[in-house]
């Protein structure tokens, strides 16, 4: 990160979004947002890093079929950076489920499921970190200011 109040999220491409080939459409919206991409790659996702993940409804009746679908597809991951990221992020995104998001989001425009909702977006700056490092090791993230940093931020920040 190169300014002290980036804070980092994590973006998970879901098989939904790889199928549909919806990859460019969705990074294109945070780009134009003004956010860094730090990191992407594609993968497939193993048992222990999905259960890492989804620690949370690890014990839920639904998890087998998260799980099923998550690795139904390669992901692609993406760790974004930039001022406000995570609420930026999840403004973007949309509420978990597609048929309540508003048009103009990813969900809402994409989306009419729960699980099929083409993005994982952390929801805290704390997740975020926690995610990122989770997905990312430390020399698969770059550090560098965006040409257009200022024009997007302005003095606000400063």
């Not at 990191?39 to 079929?65: C, N």
């Not at 998550?70 to 974004?80: D, T």
């Not at 969900?107 to 952390?122: E, K, M, P, Y």
Request: glycine share 8%; aromatic share 10%.
């Amino acid at each position: 990160m190169t300014h002290p109040k980036e804070e980092r999220t994590l973006i998970i491409f879901k098989p939904d979004a790889i199928q549909r080939g919806l990859l460019g459409e969705v990074v294109t919206r945070f780009e134009r947002k003004g956010l860094k991409i730090v990191g992407m790659k594609m993968m497939q996702l193993e048992d222990a890093i999905i259960e890492a993940h989804y620690i949370h409804i690890k014990d839920k009746p639904f998890f087998g079929s998260i799980k099923k679908f998550i690795q139904s597809s390669p992901v692609v991951v993406m760790a974004l950076s930039g001022i406000g990221a995570v609420e930026a992020t999840r403004l973007i995104v949309g509420p978990t489920k597609g048929y309540e998001a508003a048009a103009g989001t990813i969900r809402g425009d994409f989306s009419l499921s729960t699980q099929s909702n083409l993005v994982h977006a952390s929801d805290s700056v704390e997740n975020g970190k926690i995610e990122v490092d989770r997905f990312f090791k430390e020399d698969e993230l770059f550090a560098y200011k965006r040409n257009d940093f200022d024009f997007i931020n302005a003095e606000e920040v400063f």
